[in-house]
């Protein structure tokens, strides 16, 4: 698999960006504008894992062309797009990079798993008064739905 057929394997395995309609199917009120906020957070967080799977089952010398070509993809079908409401993509960057140390550490230093990260999004997503806390455990079950970390692995594991 060459590093452009690896970042549109992971692409496709990424899920796509929720409706508003397919949050009530979880019981999870949401407007559109929330609806983004939540899509940008699945995305961070799927993003993480994807990076990880990249960072260990990938030759070094490959990741980088991984990386930038999934990063097209994600802008052109997610930004482009408006699934991600107001912002663009730049702006996204130091954000999703802040996220993705924040999930790196709860992983490297308090040996979280994938459910707990997953709880950590939900709560995050909570914090920031996107939804109430009485849909926070329906958004986590969302959540585990949504983030397949070990999709991820598996579809790279043949490569490395």
């Known amino acids: 698999m060459t590093p452009t057929e690896a970042a ?5 395995a990424m899920p796509q960006p929720l409706t508003v309609s397919q949050l009530e199917e979880y019981g999870v009120e949401a407007s559109e504008s929330s609806s983004s906020q939540i899509a940008r957070e699945i995305l961070s967080l799927n993003l993480y894992w994807v990076l990880a799977a990249v960072d260990a089952h990938i030759p070094t010398q490959y990741r980088a062309a991984i990386t930038e070509n999934l ?6 079908a997610w930004w482009e797009s408006g699934w991600c409401g107001a912002g663009t993509w730049d702006e996204y960057q ?24 997953c709880a950590e999004t939900a709560s995050l ?19 585990i739905d949504y983030a397949p970390a070990s999709e991820y692995g598996r579809l790279l594991e043949a490569v490395g």
């Open 8 to 12: 549109a394997a992971l692409f496709n």
């Open 71 to 76: 990063f097209t993809a994600v802008r052109k």
């Open 94 to 117: 130091p954000k999703l990079h802040d996220r993705q140390a924040h999930y790196a550490r709860l992983i490297d230093q308090e040996g979280i798993n994938h459910m707990g990260l």
């Open 125 to 143: 997503i909570e914090d920031q008064g996107i939804i109430s806390p009485e849909d926070r455990a329906k958004l986590l079950v969302l959540l």
